[in-house]
């Protein structure tokens, strides 16, 4: 299950992954593309987005405004001509009630009022059975247009009492506009009627006797609210006060039944909630719940304060945004054109940014496969890539120098340690090598091994006969290292062994040497020399130290010991310097270890020392073998103790055994 | 190797610290030349924080006492111990200088 969530984290991870890679793998060319026109178009749609979005707002403002207008308009037109109407039985029944007029009167008055008046379609006076006396039962003459002509009903023939627009000003005591209407009687049309009730006071008591009406065909009104146009389908509607529909583009809807029936039809509350509010005489927007052709609409509705009907101006929302797509239609390939035209430039610019860039890619590759004398394309510019080029062109020319400098320092060293592996022939070919070297070698044994810690070192050894049967054995350490400390030892060991075979002893030799190297001593070198003289018919060492390392003697009784000697100043420090003659015998079989500073100062990987303690030890347990067998183990003793850590000085190590007479 | 200076009244104490050896032998050899050209004569050198000493060492100590015999100064040594002590003896560098137990007594040495 977790499997299974984790495969499309790592998708989108790898997805995200794949597009930096992508772009980080694309030229500069298609990057500025890329951006410049990203954020072009962005912005663009930014500053799109906001002019649709202000544009639309004012539009929609606008259109609601001229809505408002235009229902407020006709909603004065209506009520202009409904106030006319009003105006002709209210006239009527102020002259009914203030005079007395003869039946021939009302007549004439009755039919001026529908002949004077454009807006009255017809008029009737209808009194009270039997209200102008015993012997007139029924009077309610009419007169109505038709064709042109006024025509005029029998004011005497039997009347009916029960319509509304007599029954309700009687009930309510006021002048009203009836419902709207379909007249069966004579008109044939839609009507509504304004009825002003009559009476007349007698005994201070208002007496009904009849009312006095002026009809108003609605097809008049139509005509007004089918004049709204707004927008490409906007229309209007009148509804009377009790929510029937009296104009409508859709004549089928006309007196068919009231707003309040659509919205049970269609089951639609909105609409019902709409038509409540109309009715109650408010006005305001709202959006539209239906229309024809199933798009959102918008409504405006105002009364018509006279009558309480109620006009209603419908227009869809859709058409609302038509100027602003057009508008946007132009702003769009406008847009589009420019983002066209900024990406060709973009191109244009980022191929002239890069053609010497990539020509330099070209030409650095080179460089980089080791051709430093590919040649570079022109700097034409003093721009970054001109720099970049210049600099280039410098690197070029240092990096050949350079590689010329390190030919050259290569052959150099190639030359010198060529040199050195032959200067270490040399040294090597200085120092004895034929152990034991001289008669009267029954009498004694001598091993020596030197390990210098560069190719050529300080440190050296000898050992040479002085007559038949003495010895005479060095082992010295200059100080320093390499090629100076060689040369140094050179003339060193050159010096002893001449000086030493005049027959002097070990302090006479010392002083002589001591003082020619001391003479005229500028590099400040010196060397430390142990040098003892072996008579091999008596095993007595005569010896002195000049600032050497004691050397250790090895007992027959298998003690192991330093010799403290009395250490003179090492050779070459300072003329004059004196030097103390020591002396000690070996017993047959007893051996004298000699040895440089290099055997007690080598340095194990954790910096510890092998010290004098260790070489003590060390040479305790081979106490009983020859010299050949100690200073072999030695030297792998200190080799096996280093365990890989760098040599930093030459080791040497000599062993001497008096084997006796 | 670490060196610090401090100049007394009649002398200058070079205190020097961890391991004088071929490759720092020569620091504390230019560090007292500088010194001998600023015009020091007198030089104690504390070595009681010196571990280990080299023949490069001496060779450079030896340089700075001749140097320092041309132009008649004097090179003392106080807190010479241990190892160090053993290499002075060994290569008889302990007999060529006045070796004092602390920088003080080798102060009251030179008066």
Same mark, same amino acid.
């Given at each position: ?41 962005? &912005? ?87 209200? =102008? ?16 002509? &006024? ?101 089928? =809807? ?379 183990? &030695? ?15 030459? &080791? ?10 | ?111």
């Amino acid at each position: 299950m977790s499997g299974g969530r984790e495969i499309p984290a790592r998708g989108r991870s790898l997805s995200r992954e794949g597009v930096t890679a992508i772009l980080r793998n694309r030229g500069i060319a298609f990057k500025l593309i890329l951006l410049c026109c990203a954020s072009s178009a962005f &912005i663009f749609l930014v500053i799109f987005g906001y002019t649709y979005r202000f544009s639309r707002d004012t539009i929609e403002k606008d259109t609601r405004e001229r809505a408002e207008n235009l229902a407020r308009n006709a909603v004065s037109r209506i009520e202009t001509i409904l106030n006319a109407v009003e105006n002709v039985p209210e006239g009527m029944a102020s002259a009914l009630e203030n005079c007395s007029l003869t039946r021939e009167e009302m007549l004439r008055m009755l039919r001026a009022s529908v002949a004077e008046n454009p807006e009255v379609y017809g008029a009737i006076l209808a009194f009270e059975p039997h209200a =102008l006396g015993r012997k007139t039962r029924y009077f309610a003459p009419y007169f109505h247009k038709h064709d042109g002509a &006024i025509l005029a009903t029998d004011p005497y023939a039997p009347a009916h009492y029960d319509w509304e627009w007599y029954q309700t000003p009687k009930r309510l005591r006021k002048a009203v506009w009836s419902e709207p209407y379909f007249d069966t009687g004579f008109g044939k049309i839609i009507m509504s009627t304004y009825s002003v009730p009559l009476y007349r006071t007698a005994g201070g008591v208002d007496r009904f006797r009849g009312v006095v009406t002026a009809d108003i065909s609605l097809e008049q009104l139509s005509d007004i609210v089918s004049s709204i146009r707004i927008l490409h389908s906007g229309f209007g509607i009148l509804i009377s006060k009790k929510g029937t529909v009296v104009t409508h583009p859709d004549k089928s =809807l006309i007196m068919t039944g009231t707003i309040f029936d659509l919205a049970r039809k269609r089951g639609d509350p909105r609409l019902a909630d709409l038509g409540r509010r109309m009715v109650a005489g408010e006005s305001g927007f709202a959006p539209f719940p239906i229309l024809a052709a199933g798009k959102q609409s918008w409504v405006y509705y105002a009364p018509i304060p006279s009558s309480s009907w109620s006009l209603a101006v419908i227009f869809p929302e859709d058409e609302l945004a038509e100027d602003i797509i057009a508008l946007h239609r132009v702003v769009i390939v406008l847009g589009c054109a420019g983002l066209l035209l900024l990406f060709l430039a973009v191109i244009l610019i980022a191929r002239s940014i890069t053609k010497p860039l990539r020509a330099m890619a070209t030409a650095t590759e080179a460089i980089a496969d080791g051709d430093l004398d590919v040649e570079l394309p022109p700097a034409t510019s003093r721009d970054e890539v001109g720099k970049l080029t210049e600099s280039f062109r410098s690197m070029k020319l240092s990096l050949k120098d350079h590689i010329r400098q390190a030919a050259e320092a290569a052959a150099e060293r190639e030359r010198i340690n060529g040199e050195l592996a032959i200067a270490r022939d040399i040294q090597m070919n200085i120092l004895p090598t034929e152990f034991p070297p001289a008669p009267p070698r029954d009498r004694y044994d001598l091993r020596a091994f030197i390990e210098p810690a560069k190719e050529v070192g300080g440190d050296f050894y000898d050992f040479f006969p002085i007559d038949e049967d003495r010895l005479c054995f060095v082992v010295a350490d200059v100080s320093g290292k390499g090629v100076p400390a060689a040369l140094f030892m050179a003339v060193s060991m050159t010096l002893l062994k001449a000086t030493a075979r005049q027959g002097l002893q070990p302090e006479e030799i010392f002083a002589r040497v001591n003082d020619e190297l001391s003479r005229e001593n500028r590099v400040n070198m010196f060397v430390t020399v142990f040098c003892g003289i072996l008579d091999t018919r008596t095993g007595e060492v005569v010896f002195a130290n000049a600032g050497h390392n004691h050397p250790l003697v090895l007992r027959k009784t298998g003690a192991v010991s330093f010799i403290k000697t009395v250490n003179g100043l090492a050779l070459g420090v300072m003329e004059d310097a004196p030097y103390r003659r020591e002396t000690l015998r070996l017993e047959p079989g007893e051996s004298l270890f000699l040895y440089t500073d290099g055997v007690t100062e080598a340095m194990n990987p954790a910096d510890v020392l092998f010290g004098d303690d260790r070489l003590r030890e060390e040479l305790q347990t081979l106490a009983g073998g020859g010299p050949d067998s100690i200073a072999t183990a &030695i030297m792998e003793q200190v080799k096996e103790f280093a365990s890989g850590a760098p040599q930093s000085d030459d &080791i040497t190590v000599m062993a001497v055994r008096y084997k006796g007479v | 190797m670490d060196i610090q200076v401090r100049k007394e009244k009649n002398a200058t104490i070079v205190a020097v610290t961890g391991k004088m050896d071929a490759v720092t032998a020569p620091d504390y050899e230019q560090q007292l030349r500088r010194l001998m050209d600023e015009g020091e004569k007198t030089f104690v050198n504390d070595f009681s924080g010196l571990v280990y000493i080299s023949s490069a060492g001496l060779r450079s100590i030896l340089a700075t006492a001749k140097a320092l015999k041309a132009v008649e100064g004097r090179l003392l040594f106080s807190g010479v111990t241990g190892p160090v002590k053993d290499v002075f003896e060994i290569s008889g560098f302990g007999s060529l200088f006045q070796l004092h137990d602390s920088p003080d007594t080798a102060l009251k040495s030179v008066g």
